[in-house]
């Protein structure tokens, strides 16, 4: 079976720009997760969203945004970028909103110039 | 707010041996999850293993354990007969049970290396 499969792997962008990055979830996920992990520390939480509505938000401004769409895949978006955004960002998905088991995809590595 | 605390930034181990690495935690909930991510250089983090706070037995998978002191807050990790395979960034996760949403918490992790 396909693990969660995160597009594109690496994107470089300027400071201002807008990003969009997507995750697809196991087959059968019904709930997404989103981390930021920055160099050298641990995932911070984002957003986490399970049968398309969003279950909860983490502390980052409103400039990230993100949707579940009816397949359960996910974009991340982020306008404005900052210098601050690089890092790599994590999708996650689990079976359902409490599933204690997250499993994680292969991140986007985000550089902002 | 739970934090979640790895003070070891990188710790390294002979092939073979034992190591340890440590977290300590703070929350005032008496029921939660507990968890040690694995984070290879190819970045796909992956679940060693898993502690739920109201069992007190140690959780064990093949070669890792762990100590959970719910008292003290601390949960660390051992790996028995290290690999080279080991090597890689762990992370020690908190995970509520109550509140709106599974988040987890994440410490700053520990680099591990494996001397061959």
């Known amino acids: 079976d396909a693990g969660v499969t995160q597009s594109p792997t690496h994107l470089i962008k300027t400071r201002g720009q807008h990003v969009t990055l997507r995750c697809s979830p196991i087959?059968?996920?019904?709930?997404v997760s989103w981390y930021q992990q920055v160099l050298g520390q641990g995932p911070q939480f984002i957003f986490q969203y399970y049968e398309k509505e969003e279950r909860g938000r983490g502390n980052f401004p409103d400039r990230f945004s993100a949707r579940q769409f009816p397949n359960y895949s996910s974009e991340l978006n982020v306008n404005a970028l900052l210098l601050g955004d690089s890092a790599l960002y994590l999708c996650a998905s689990s079976l359902g909103q409490w599933d204690y088991e997250q499993y994680f995809g292969p991140g986007t590595r985000l550089t902002v110039t | 707010a739970q934090t979640v605390t790895q003070s070891q930034p990188e710790m390294s181990v002979q092939e073979a041996e034992t190591v340890t690495l440590s977290c300590t935690y703070d929350?005032?909930?008496?029921?939660?999850?507990l968890f040690w991510y694995k984070q290879p250089p190819s970045r796909q983090m992956i679940l060693v293993i898993r502690?739920?706070?109201?069992?007190?037995q140690n959780a064990t998978e093949n070669r890792f354990s762990v100590n959970f002191q719910k008292a003290a807050k601390s949960f660390s990790l051992k790996i028995s007969d290290s690999q080279l395979g080991d090597a890689a960034m762990y992370f020690c996760a908190y995970r509520t049970l109550t509140g709106a949403n599974s988040k987890l918490t994440f410490g700053k992790g520990i680099t591990l290396s494996v001397r061959p």
């Open positions: 929350t005032s909930e008496s029921d939660y999850y």
């Open positions: 087959s059968g996920h019904k709930s």
């Open positions: 502690q739920e706070a109201y069992k007190q």
